[in-house]
């Protein structure tokens, strides 16, 4: 069975500074997808950066990158210039083909607060 | 405007009672999911419907029975409402390899 791992329950860091987000995948397959998604106090889901497994390269977003370890299946995110609107939960997801569609496997999310 | 809609934002019921949620996504999407987060943010796939037709369904209580009567929609039924239904309940949809985009949740209260 998939799962994902995010084993920083909570996180801080000072606005303007970098902070990195770990998230660990268990998976046999090796074609899939993986996500980081934000949900600020608001509640809403809002994704942040995607990248597919096939692709070496890093994906890169703006302020936000990740570091993709397909041999390790380590994906981690990292936020660099932390701003104070960064404050959320950061959701780690893996998503994969089952029974004809694609499912999402999310980890347990990381709480991150940027401080002023 | 909003991609992906449900309502209501809140809703607040007694135990058995039964309540629907509604979705509704206006992006074409083909695939549209049901999720449930619970009160430590955990969040678990419950149904996935693509073109209309159930593909995922979860291990659910039967008392929920989703409902999807074009490939934009797609509502939740929940009958005998208990207290553990309790949590926030998010509605998504996508094209079948892409990500998903989320609504902005029904928080579900059970009294």
């Known amino acids: 069975a998939q799962t994902v791992t995010q084993s920083q329950p909570e996180m801080s860091v000072q606005e303007a500074e970098t902070v990195t987000l770990s998230c660990t995948y268990d998976?046999?397959?090796?074609?899939?997808?993986l996500f980081w998604y934000k949900q600020p106090p608001s509640r809403q889901m809002i994704l942040v950066i995607r990248q597919e497994a096939y692709k070496q390269q890093n994906a890169t977003e703006n302020r936000f990158s990740v570091n993709f370890q397909k041999a390790a299946k380590s994906f981690s995110l990292k936020i660099s210039d932390s701003q104070l609107g960064d404050t959320a939960m950061y959701f780690c997801?893996?998503?994969?083909?089952?029974?004809?569609?694609?499912?999402?496997?999310f980890g347990t999310g990381t709480r991150l607060k940027v401080l002023a | 405007d909003t991609a992906v809609s449900q309502t209501p934002k809140y809703l607040v019921t007694q135990m058995g009672n039964d309540k629907s949620i509604k979705c509704e996504q206006n992006?074409?999407?083909?695939?549209m999911y049901w999720y449930k987060q619970d009160s430590k943010k955990f969040l678990k796939i419950m149904f996935s419907?693509?073109?209309?037709?159930?593909?995922i369904n979860e291990t659910v209580p039967n008392r929920f029975s989703p409902k999807s009567p074009d490939k934009a929609h797609l509502n939740l039924h929940i009958n005998s409402l208990e207290l553990g239904d309790s949590a926030v309940y998010f509605c998504?949809?996508?094209?079948?390899?892409?990500?998903?985009?989320f609504g902005q949740g029904t928080r579900l209260t059970v009294v």
């Open positions: 998976t046999s397959e090796n074609n899939y997808y």
């Open positions: 997801a893996f998503m994969r083909l089952t029974s004809g569609t694609y499912k999402y496997i």
């Open positions: 992006l074409g999407h083909d695939t």
């Open positions: 998504a949809s996508s094209y079948s390899n892409t990500e998903a985009f």
């Open positions: 419907y693509n073109n209309k037709e159930l593909i």
